[in-house]
């Protein structure tokens, strides 16, 4: 019997179909192809490049830590607790890790067409070198090859980090984190390479269970008393100012809604004092969560800190997965938006500021030509930010250029970001994002409406000059 033949990419995958087009992309996208990346919205550990850790096994770097393959899997009838996701009430849990990789192999077909599919096959061919696609035939064989591969000193994180040629990454932090990991990264003299985001949403929405331990860590990290309204926005600059001091380029927003209608200085005061006392309602929460926004678009004029806002989104959608076993485990859902109503008293007070950028995202798509192309196709501070969760795949992203471009161009975008807590599929997403706006750019140059000495040029600012200005230091402009 012949040896199966090993497993390979083919090159021209998710570039367009039509002969034309495609000679065309292929000659853009191998101008963009090598180019460092610059992953400045994602949720990657920082801890795990301080302490530069290895990953163990398969079951630990693609399974458990990846919200997409999860919710998948479980769509397919696998609960939470077969994919080694412990129950909180102290109930079976697998904790065999060659188990928990069989189940995701024999599930394989599960991933067909969609962009985790796509990321796998890039992370196990390209990255890791593995011979065959998962299947439960060769479940075992796969995970035995992978845990000889990742005990080797070059796939540890920071030397994968070197050859993925990350020029910067951004990871998402808690208002209140003393960046201890951070720290430690700048010492071993990582410091412009890993930056933190400032996160503020538990301190914004005083309808939260956690709201009110929230403020008292607020409090003890910033070093100031946090009774009142005026006291929590000096404490927020307090810690704005710790966060620029140690690389931060951007604050970061995941409210439910995009409001930004501001409250009178002695209404704030009430809801605050109010919420000191127990949770606020709903609608006084959400009045409340809106008027900080405001606040922050305010507080991003006096320290340079971009503003990055991604509204939409039904948090744990399912309250028996959130009860069993936590939140943030593949059921958040998204929703509709407005941004045009919704945005207008922040846009009316700093839009035009040239000390302001807002970096908008969104998982509401039909927002894209109706909304947000015009917003950011006429106010200077507004840029588009890339298709973001769910709409990070190849149709996804395809319909982001056909719905936006007309509209707001390529210039007042932010260039793509991975918005990923696995940390292997960082070149994955970043090549996929290449290769469908070579084959945009591709459909303009085959139509005589762009040079393609223009399309290249564009394929490479969408690549990296576009990320870096929007993401620049404060203080060092856009």
């Known amino acids: ?49 301080a302490r530069d850790e290895a ?14 393959l999860l919710r998948m899997l479980v769509s397919q009838g696998v609960p ?45 061919v390209e990255v890791f070198g593995v011979s065959r696609a998962p299947s439960a035939a060769t479940a075992d064989l796969l995970y035995d090859e992978l845990l000889e591969t990742l005990a080797r000193p070059e796939f540890r994180i920071r030397a994968l980090f070197e050859r993925f040629g990350i020029e910067v990454l951004g990871t998402t932090d808690s208002a209140t984190s003393a960046l201890a990991d951070h720290a430690t990264l700048r010492r071993d003299g990582w410091g412009d390479r890993v930056v933190p985001t400032f996160r503020p949403d538990v301190l914004f929405h005083p309808d939260g269970a956690g709201w009110r331990a929230a403020i008292d860590e607020l409090s003890a990290a910033s070093g100031v008393e946090v009774g ?41 005061q009430r809801l605050f004092a109010a919420a000191l006392r127990g949770p606020l309602g709903v609608r006084e929460a959400e009045a409340y969560a809106a008027h900080m926004l405001f ?3 305010r507080m991003s004029l006096e320290d340079g800190l971009v503003m990055q806002l991604h509204p939409g989104v039904v948090r744990d959608h399912s309250a028996q997965v959130a009860g069993r076993y936590g939140s943030d485990l593949g059921f958040d859902i998204p929703r509709g938006v407005e941004f045009t109503r919704a945005l207008r008293p922040l846009l ?46 190849p149709g996804g992203l395809a319909r982001f250029r056909e719905l936006t471009t007309e509209t707001a161009g390529f210039y007042n975008t932010s260039g793509f970001v991975d918005d990923t807590r696995a940390f292997a599929s960082i070149p994955a997403r970043h090549d996929l994002a290449r290769r469908i706006d070579a084959g945009y750019l591709a459909k303009l140059v085959a139509e005589h409406r762009l040079g393609l000495d223009e399309a290249i040029e564009t394929a490479i600012d969408l690549t990296v000059t576009l990320p870096r200005a929007a993401y620049a230091r404060p203080g060092d402009g856009g």
Not at 83 to 96: A, M, S, T, W, Y
């Open 1 to 49: 019997m012949s040896e199966h033949p090993r497993w390979t990419l083919d090159p021209d995958r998710a570039l367009p179909a039509e002969p034309t087009r495609r000679a065309i992309a292929r000659e853009i996208h191998g101008r963009t192809a090598d180019l460092p990346i610059v992953s400045m919205h994602g949720h990657v550990d920082a801890g795990t490049l």
């Open 55 to 68: 990953f163990g096994d398969a079951a630990e770097l693609f399974v458990i830590p990846d919200h997409y």
């Open 80 to 124: 939470h607790h077969e994919l080694g996701i412990p129950p909180r009430d102290g109930g079976p849990v697998q904790h065999d890790r060659r188990e928990i990789w069989r189940r995701f192999c024999e599930h394989w077909r599960a991933f067909r067409g969609t962009p985790t599919r796509y990321w796998l096959e890039h992370e196990l």
């Open 228 to 268: 009142d309204q005026a006291g929590f926005l000096e404490a927020l600059r307090e810690r704005r100012r710790y966060f620029v001091a140690a690389g931060a380029r951007a604050t970061d927003h995941g409210h439910r809604t995009p409001d930004t209608t501001p409250l009178p200085a002695e209404e704030a």
């Open 295 to 297: 606040e922050s678009a």
């Open 348 to 393: 009316d007070a700093v839009g035009h500021d040239p000390r302001f950028r807002l970096i908008l995202f969104t998982v509401d798509e039909t927002a894209y030509s109706r909304e947000l192309a015009p917003l950011a196709g006429a106010y200077p501070s507004v840029l588009l930010g890339a298709p973001w969760w769910f709409l990070d795949a």
